[in-house]
C-alpha cells in the first residue's frame, strides 16, 4: 500500500505566523475537515499517533505533543488538551472495525456508526453501506 496522505502540500495545516486565532480560521477548518473526511484510516491513525510525539527534541525523557500544526484533525498546540483529543481519535478510530468503510460504498456520503452519530453523517448498516442504501437493496432484491 502505498497511500499518500490527503494533506499533501495543502495550505492551512501550520500555524501561520503572526497569526491569533489560528485555530478558527477558515483555512484551519477546511484543514480539520480534511483530515477526518478524506484521510484513509490508517494514515490517520499514524497521524494521531505520531502527533502525541511529534512536539520532542532531542533529549527529552517525556513524549511533548505537536504544536502549531493540524494532525488527524486536531489543532494541536503543544498542551495537555492537545494529548487528550488526539488519545480520544485514537481511541475511537482503534475501535472501528477495519471492514467498515469510512463513506458508504453506494451513497459516498461520509459514515459513522449507530453507537456514535455525527451530523452530516450517514450510519453504517451491514457491508459497507448506510442504512438507506442497505434498505434500498434489500427492497430490490
Ligand atoms: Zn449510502
Known sequence: MN????C?????FLEPKDTSGWQVLPATIAAQALCRDSCPRDLFLDCARSALS??????DDQDRVADGVVMAGIVCRGDALTGKALRR?????AETPANRPRHCLNCHKPMT???RKLLGH????SGGL????RRAEQRSA
Open 54 to 59: 511529534a512536539g520532542n527534541s532531542v533529549g
Open 3 to 6: 497511500e499518500q496522505p490527503p
Open 113 to 115: 456508526t449507530r453507537r
Open 130 to 133: 448506510c442504512t438507506r442504501c
Open 89 to 93: 481519535v485514537i481511541k475511537q478510530y
Open 122 to 125: 450517514v450510519i453504517h448498516e
Open 8 to 12: 499533501l502540500g495543502l495550505p492551512g
